[in-house]
Structures are given as structure tokens and as C-alpha cells.
């Protein structure tokens, strides 16, 4: 029987003493005289019930737009990683609750066509001098200021998060190469973190689902590039000969999800302390970053992925530079042209009424309570809007309002 290292000592829980810390919420969130669930809990049951989370189901995690049932979207992708890091949580006698929160909300504020989406979203922010975008801070944005649930009045309200699961978010990026993690001290302004990857979380709990979402993604990708037929059998052999080199007893029919998620959380689990952090054997994580660099070249980069982009790229321009053309007469101009382009604009008008001073009338008629972020007579703030907008899009619905733009 294997002995994992006992992590309970720095489990997020009442004893710890940054406990006060990863329970505070930005306002006191309104509740019921009994409710069994822990905070963190509750966060997760919020993030699942939001919008944003079931749009989740139609974006990209590396097939672009997959018609094909079985290959993974992103919504996919948070119950891999939620799957992973409750496993690890376990063994290691962590805080599952607040794994759970983390990886399920983690991804919610990613764009349409995955991180190209993200790239293409970065250069119409950075050509118009928009706030930066980068996914795992529009994660942060959209559990912070966009998703709402309504209250028991019926009132749309913020989700208002714990700081831990906030952290946990804005602090996930599984895309950075290190062998070691450890939690950081100072519980500081997220809005303060420059780019993804940066700064380590503030609980053991994000340190676990920032390196979940690497163990969840490496094996997934490869089943569904066999799934489109984009691995041939020559890449194939190269994968057996990183693999075997650490893992002999492996047979390339063997090489799935199951194997290598299994393979690397056991190494893992026993290799981490509290003393030394998060970490893997030296094999573990250089066969990990092996088949990372395979995937790389063999899968997002081929071709056919790389022929999408260019669409993906025209699709997202084309809606931003549409929509940034009504500005300044913005009502007038939605009014005239709601006939021509009735989903788009339908669903870009419900959004500036939502969240900007578009209709404020209005607003309080939907019972709208979430704060408003856009001051619209602003043309930045106005485009950060369309940003922001189409950064919540599904994959179907970005083509579907491209589509309408460009039909007669």
C-alpha cells in the first residue's frame, strides 16, 4: 500500500491562518438561516448555475467548433481538471470543496476559439489601447463583474466569490513549466497580477488545480487528435519512444487519458511534502514536458488547425470592427440596423443594458442589481465592452452572428 505525504497541516480549513482570508468576500453575500454547504461549496454550486459556465459546453478547447460528440470542449476540459485535482486532493488531504470551486469556475472567462481566441481578443485590445486581455484575468472579470444569479427576490445579483476560489482562478495557468509549487503568504489585489502564470496561488488548493490543468489536458488532446485523424502512425511511434523512456511497462495502446493522468498524479502525490511543495520526479516532469512539446508540434500546429485560425481570426475581427461602428450615436444605430442583424444585436443591447448606464431604467425594471462596469458616452469603455462581449461567446454563436453579418 503506497503512503502519500499528509497535507493536512496547510489544508485550507478553520485551523489554517489564512482561513479569514480565503472565506471574505468582496460584500457580505445574502443567505438563508441554515444552509449546510461550506463557502467554498457554495461558490462552486454558484459558478455552476451561471451563464457562462453552461457556454462553456460550445467552446473550444483545441478542435475548433467540433461537430464530433466525443472530442472535448472546454466545459469538458474544467470536469477533467476538476476530476484530476479532487483525485490529488484527496490523497494528499486537502480542501475538496475548494478544488472543486476553483477547477470547475477556472476557464469560464475564456474566449471563443480557444487561445487563439484569446490572441485575437489580445491584439484588437492592444491595437485600441483596451484593458489587457488574457484569459485567466477575463476569468476573474466575468465570476467578479459579469456572471450573475438571481437572489431570493428574484434579483440579479454578482456572484461574489470567497478570495480563495477568485485566487485560485486568476492564479490557474497550467501552461507555465515548473517542477515546484508552493503557495505564496500575501493575500494581495488580484486586479493587481500582470499576466497568468506569474504568481503562485494563495492556497495549496490552486497550487493543485494550476498543475491540474496541465495533467488534464496532455493526455485528452492526444485521443482526440487520433479521434480526427491528425496523429499518423509515425507521430505515434515518437509518442511510444518519449513515453517508454520513462514508462517501459506502457504499451502505445495503452497511451490514453486513463494511463497518463493516472501515471503523473501518483508521481506527483509521491514526490510533493509540505516542506519542498507541489512536486514531480525528475522523469515524471521532463516526459511531461516531452509529450507537451509533441503535442505542440504535432497537434496545434497542424495544418487544418492552423487553416481554422485564419477563420477564427475573421469571425472575431469582423464582429468587433461591426459593432464598434456604432458608437457614438450607439441606440440610434442598434435601432436602425436591429432588423438586419436581429441576434447579434438583440444580445449586444440585453448586454449594455446589463451592465452600463445604456438604459438604466430598464435595468432596474429586469431587476438588475449587478454594479455597472461600462460608462458607454466612453468609447473605450464602450469597446471594452464589445470585448468583454464577445470574450463570453460560444464558439457556434460567434460563427452564427458572423454569418449574419455577412449574409443578404
Given at each position: 500500500m503506497t503512503?502519500?505525504?499528509d497535507?493536512?497541516?496547510v489544508k485550507?480549513?478553520?485551523d489554517?491562518p ?5 472565506i471574505?468576500?468582496i460584500e457580505?453575500?445574502?443567505s ?8 467554498f ?7 455552476m ?8 459546453k460550445?467552446k473550444t478547447q483545441v478542435?475548433f ?7 472535448c470542449?472546454r466545459?469538458?476540459?474544467v470536469t477533467?481538471?476538476?476530476s484530476?485535482?479532487e483525485?490529488i486532493?484527496k490523497?494528499?488531504n486537502?480542501n475538496l470543496?475548494l478544488?472543486?470551486a476553483i477547477?470547475?469556475?477556472h476557464?469560464i472567462g ?5 487561445h487563439?481566441?484569446?490572441t ?6 492592444e491595437?485600441?489601447?483596451?484593458h ?9 472579470r466575468?465570476?467578479d463583474k459579469?456572471e450573475?444569479?438571481?437572489?431570493y427576490?428574484?434579483v440579479?445579483q454578482?456572484?461574489n466569490?470567497t478570495?480563495?476560489?477568485?485566487d485560485g482562478i486568476?492564479c490557474h495557468c497550467g501552461?507555465i ?6 503557495p505564496?503568504?500575501e493575500?494581495v ?6 499576466k ?5 496561488a494563495?492556497t ?9 490543468d496541465?495533467i488534464?489536458?496532455?493526455g485528452?488532446d492526444?485521443?482526440?487528435?487520433c ?9 505515434l511511434?515518437e509518442l511510444?519512444d518519449i513515453?517508454?523512456?520513462t ?12 494511463v ?7 508521481d506527483?502525490?509521491?514526490n510533493?511534502?509540505t516542506e ?20 505542440y508540434k504535432?497537434?496545434?500546429?497542424h495544418?487544418?488547425i492552423?487553416r481554422?485560425?485564419k477563420?477564427a481570426t475573421?469571425?472575431?475581427e469582423?464582429?468587433?470592427e461591426k ?5 457614438p ?7 436602425k ?17 446589463k ?6 431604467a430598464l435595468?432596474?425594471e ?6 455597472k462596469?461600462y460608462n458607454?458616452s466612453e468609447?473605450?469603455?464602450?469597446k471594452?465592452?464589445i470585448?468583454?462581449f464577445i470574450?463570453g ?5 460567434a460563427i452564427d ?5 455577412i449574409?443578404?
Amino acid at each position: 500500500m503506497t503512503i502519500f505525504p499528509d497535507f493536512s497541516k496547510v489544508k485550507m480549513d478553520n485551523d489554517n491562518p489564512k482561513w479569514e482570508q480565503a472565506i471574505s468576500r468582496i460584500e457580505p453575500i445574502y443567505s438563508k438561516p441554515y444552509d449546510p454547504r461550506s463557502p467554498f461549496e457554495r461558490d462552486m454550486q454558484r459558478i455552476m448555475h451561471s451563464q457562462g459556465y453552461r457556454r462553456l459546453k460550445n467552446k473550444t478547447q483545441v478542435f475548433f467548433a467540433p461537430h464530433n460528440d466525443h472530442v472535448c470542449t472546454r466545459i469538458e476540459h474544467v470536469t477533467h481538471v476538476a476530476s484530476v485535482a479532487e483525485t490529488i486532493a484527496k490523497l494528499l488531504n486537502l480542501n475538496l470543496d475548494l478544488v472543486r470551486a476553483i477547477a470547475i469556475g477556472h476557464d469560464i472567462g475564456h474566449a471563443p476559439f480557444g487561445h487563439h481566441g484569446e490572441t485575437v481578443l489580445q491584439n484588437i485590445a492592444e491595437q485600441n489601447n483596451l484593458h489587457e486581455f488574457w484569459h485567466e484575468n477575463n476569468s476573474l472579470r466575468f465570476i467578479d463583474k459579469i456572471e450573475t444569479l438571481p437572489d431570493y427576490d428574484g434579483v440579479q445579483q454578482n456572484l461574489n466569490l470567497t478570495y480563495a476560489v477568485r485566487d485560485g482562478i486568476v492564479c490557474h495557468c497550467g501552461e507555465i513549466d515548473e517542477r515546484f509549487i508552493k503557495p505564496r503568504n500575501e493575500a494581495v489585489d488580484l486586479y493587481t497580477i500582470q499576466k497568468g502564470g506569474k504568481l503562485g496561488a494563495y492556497t495549496y488548493e490552486g497550487c493543485v488545480v494550476k498543475i491540474s490543468d496541465k495533467i488534464g489536458y496532455i493526455g485528452r488532446d492526444i485521443e482526440d487528435a487520433c479521434t480526427y485523424g491528425i496523429l499518423t502512425d509515425k507521430n505515434l511511434k515518437e509518442l511510444l519512444d518519449i513515453v517508454c523512456t520513462t514508462y517501459p511497462d506502457i504499451k502505445l495502446s495503452e497511451i490514453n487519458t486513463t494511463v497518463l493522468i493516472h501515471k503523473f498524479i501518483m508521481d506527483l502525490c509521491q514526490n510533493s511534502s509540505t516542506e519542498t511543495g507541489l512536486c514531480f520526479s525528475d522523469d515524471c516532469y521532463n516526459v511531461m514536458n516531452l509529450i507537451k512539446k509533441f503535442n505542440y508540434k504535432n497537434i496545434y500546429y497542424h495544418p487544418r488547425i492552423l487553416r481554422f485560425k485564419k477563420y477564427a481570426t475573421l469571425v472575431l475581427e469582423t464582429i468587433f470592427e461591426k459593432l464598434s461602428e456604432y458608437y457614438p450615436d450607439i441606440k440610434g444605430n442598434i435601432t436602425k440596423e436591429k432588423q438586419l442583424y436581429p441576434k447579434l444585436l438583440k444580445e449586444f443591447e440585453e448586454w449594455l443594458i446589463k451592465y452600463s448606464d445604456y438604459n438604466l431604467a430598464l435595468k432596474t425594471e429586469k431587476k438588475l442589481a449587478n454594479k455597472k462596469i461600462y460608462n458607454i458616452s466612453e468609447e473605450t469603455d464602450y469597446k471594452n465592452a464589445i470585448i468583454d462581449f464577445i470574450s463570453g461567446m460560444s464558439d457556434n454563436f460567434a460563427i452564427d452572428v458572423y454569418n449574419e453579418l455577412i449574409s443578404f
